[in-house]
């Protein structure tokens, strides 16, 4: 979770590696990320269309005219290390969890809702070497998506050197697919990131980031 009042928009590549199979080219997404109290994270993201897969070619249309747009949210509910010193950070989320199409559907497993999960997470950090720690996070995701399932555990490890804070190392794996990526926090509001999908597909972005008082 960010920091209570957080704002956070930005942008990015998407190899489509990294899509569900809707996406059968590379796109692009924005996105706006507002961290309402200390425990409650919400997030409204937009990933664009190419006019030829809506089938709008005919018509005159081509590249980039659509998007799909989709809420997501975290609910903290638990604090690391709330009760006893061992105790993780939980985090109850979902992402794309609602469309309006079809009279309204929650959890769909096909049309609209590409990106829908829901998700229970852990994560806690462990001391490793003098200063150095690595966070480890533990999930389990859900989706009733028939092209792109992503039922099962979830697991990932951050590293956030001591001697250099602007860089943040993350290796994951989602159930489906392993990945190696990285932040880089320059002129203290701008994360430059990277990952590398099945460590071979590229996707990146830029997330400008402020504390709102």
Not at 70 to 91: H, I, N, T
Request: with cysteine; aromatic share 18%.
């Amino acid at each position: 979770m960010q920091r209570d009042k957080t704002f956070m928009v930005g942008g990015n590549f998407l190899n489509k590696e990294l899509t569900p199979p809707t996406w059968y080219y590379h796109t692009y997404n924005y996105f706006l990320n507002v961290t309402v109290f200390p425990f409650l994270e919400v997030a409204y993201t937009c990933t664009l269309f190419k006019a030829e897969a809506l089938g709008l070619k005919p018509y005159g249309y081509s590249g980039f005219t659509n998007q799909d747009r989709y809420f997501s949210a975290r609910l903290r509910v638990l604090k690391e290390g709330q009760f006893w010193k061992y105790m993780p950070a939980v985090v109850l989320g979902t992402s794309d969890p609602f469309t309006s199409s079809g009279g309204g559907q929650v959890g769909t497993t096909e049309g609209n809702g590409y990106y829908s999960r829901f998700y229970i997470a852990a994560s806690k950090h462990i001391p490793v070497v003098g200063k150095e720690e690595i966070g480890v996070h533990l999930s389990y995701l859900y989706n009733n998506r028939k092209e792109y399932k992503l039922n099962g555990f979830a697991l990932g490890v951050t590293y956030n050197p001591s001697f250099h804070p602007q860089l943040r190392v993350i290796a994951e794996y989602d159930s489906k697919d392993f990945a190696l990526g990285a932040t880089y926090l320059l002129f203290k509001h701008l994360h430059v990131q990277v990952e590398m999908q099945r460590m071979k597909y590229f996707s990146g972005g830029l997330t400008y980031k402020i504390h709102l008082k």
